[in-house]
């Protein structure tokens, strides 16, 4: 018999192979039930089915397929990106301290900042794209966790995750990777030493537009922030409702195919921006101008995603020109999804990381390149 497929395409064509045992059916139905029966004895009827918070098929089912993606030990899924980062940074303890890469998603920035002043928590934020600095701080300060985002949102800076999770096992310390703009098929953190990968799934896994979700996975089980993960997700209620994780899996069947053709579309655009007369720079790791090209190559062999910045040499007010005239790509926040969305991120954050305000930033999602850079190249040509 053949070996068992583990290309992440195949995995995710046929949903790990699913069957469903009470149809036949190749589609999971969907369990709705937010409680389950228990029999006279007072047993479950089904062991591992007790109570919505914590169990449901089809969020195990959604979990175990990006597991499988990412060759963790254990995955579990949450209400948003925001709530599986909350979550994880909720195992921190007063006094204990907290390094996180500086110019993350600001979102997260933002939260953590909040959370942890009022914890007493030790926050530091430093560039983990300068490798040997952020080295010197983890033996430095050995913090009790190391959060970091690779690629950067909307900086687009990488960060060598394999020197950086060496130096967090000497320091004793565990490296939270959110690799969101790479998606689980160009980057698997886990597989580079990081404890733990996190990613909203409301983008790319989910990847059309209709699902908040977030996700970690852990390379060791019994990891105590992992236990806590586990213990404040079930706890707290921080959890994926089942229609969610229904629409999740609908998504996840095509991811493998999203993100090449997102890739491939956006390493075309890139490549356009970068010899257009308006723009100052354009960062996208995949072009041979961008910073950190050989590491790029490096993490992300097979592509490199949908996600990229580009500042204009015309200042804030080209930037938000060009915006003005883009017609066909929707001017909105969010990444990863089949349609590509085009943001002035200065005026969404603000000074939150020091976005600069000439930035725009695109997700590019799969329609027809052709399309796609006649959409800009009007708008471009428009903006003076
Ligand atoms: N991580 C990154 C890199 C993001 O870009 C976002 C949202 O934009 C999040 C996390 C938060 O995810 P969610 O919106 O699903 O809460």
Same mark, same amino acid.
């Given at each position: ?48 089915? +007790? ?121 004793? +310390? ?49 990891? #105590? ?16 409702? #089942? ?20 890739? +491939? ?68 926040? +969010? ?50």
């Amino acid at each position: 018999m053949a070996e068992k497929p583990v290309t992440s395409a195949t995995i995710l064509a046929r949903l790990g192979g699913l069957v469903d045992p009470g149809s036949g059916g190749l589609v999971p139905p969907l369990q709705a039930s937010t409680t389950y029966v228990r029999g006279e004895d007072y047993n479950l009827v089904y062991p591992e089915n +007790s109570y919505g918070r914590d169990n449901n098929e089809q969020v195990r089912l959604a979990e175990s397929l990006i597991c499988q993606l990412e060759h963790g030990a254990d995955t579990k899924l949450f209400a948003s990106g925001m709530a599986a980062i909350s979550t994880l940074v909720s195992a921190l303890r007063a006094g204990e301290c907290l390094l996180l890469q500086s110019g993350m998603y600001w979102g997260a920035v933002a939260w953590i900042r909040k959370f942890c002043k009022h914890r007493a928590i030790d926050l530091i934020e430093e560039d983990s794209s300068d490798t040997q600095r952020f080295c010197e701080f983890i033996q430095k300060k050995k913090p009790r966790l190391i959060l970091i985002e690779v690629p950067s949102n909307p900086w687009i800076k990488l960060s060598d995750i394999q020197e950086i999770a060496n130096a967090a096992r000497t320091a004793g +310390s565990a490296l939270g990777v959110d690799a969101t703009a790479a998606t689980p098929i160009l980057l698997q953190p886990l597989k580079l030493g990081a404890d733990f990968v996190i990613h909203s799934a409301t983008k790319a896994i989910n990847g059309h537009s209709d699902v908040l979700a977030g996700v970690i996975s852990c390379a060791n089980e019994q990891d #105590p922030i992992w236990r806590h993960v586990c213990e404040e997700r079930q706890g707290a209620g921080a959890v994926l409702s #089942p229609q969610a994780a229904w629409l999740l899996l609908r998504g996840m069947r095509t991811l493998d195919l999203r993100v090449e053709k997102m890739s +491939s579309n956006a390493l075309s655009v890139a490549e356009f921006l970068q010899d257009h007369p308006e723009i100052e720079a354009v960062w996208y790791p995949g072009i041979q101008q961008y910073a950190q090209y050989d590491l790029a190559e490096r993490l992300m062999p097979n592509g490199y995603g949908c996600l990229m910045s580009f500042l204009f040499k015309g200042g804030k007010d080209a930037a938000l020109e060009f915006c003005r005239h883009i017609e066909g790509i929707h001017r909105a926040t +969010s990444l990863g999804g089949t349609e590509s969305l085009i943001e002035h991120r200065h005026t969404i954050e603000g000074n939150v990381t020091g976005c600069p305000d000439n930035l725009v930033r695109l997700s590019v999602g799969i329609e027809d390149i052709q399309d796609l850079i006649s959409e800009l190249d009007f708008a471009l040509a428009k903006t003076r």
